[in-house]
């Protein structure tokens, strides 16, 4: 049993910057890839970026591909994602996840953490 808890959210202007943080405990964190997720109100909950167990493969979603960095610590058991250039249409609950495998596949994710919010004015 893996537990996900996220951190580091907040309320910004458009074009600021933060890093969500996602710490693991409970389950052997180096063995799992970590993905990002998030979910606006009344959408559904969509593919941010993920990672592989060992950090060598990142994924992005493409309204966020050159503006989000995703990155892990093995040893910390914690996953992030710095997010730059934040826009209005970021603003949404952030959630991370643990999978086997998939990657970009909701569904395949076994371990969610609670979400974190993350509002950008304009």
């Known amino acids: 049993q893996v537990q996900l808890v996220e951190s580091g959210g907040g309320t910004v202007q458009a074009g600021d910057s933060l890093r969500l943080s996602c710490a693991a405990s409970?389950?052997?964190?180096?063995?799992?890839?970590m993905g990002w997720f998030r979910q606006a109100p009344g959408e559904e909950r969509e593919f941010v970026s993920s990672?592989?167990?060992?950090?060598?493969?990142?994924y992005y979603a493409g309204s966020v591909k050159g503006r989000f960095t995703i990155s892990r610590d093995n040893a910390k058991n914690t996953v992030y994602l710095q997010m730059n250039s934040l826009k209005p249409q970021d603003t949404a609950v952030y959630y991370c996840?643990?999978?086997?495998?998939?990657?970009?596949?909701?569904?395949?994710?076994?371990?969610w953490g609670q979400g974190t919010q993350v509002t950008v004015s304009s």
């Open positions: 996840g643990a999978t086997r495998s998939g990657a970009s596949n909701r569904d395949s994710y076994r371990y």
């Open positions: 409970g389950g052997t964190f180096s063995s799992y890839a």
């Open positions: 990672i592989s167990w060992s950090g060598d493969t990142r």
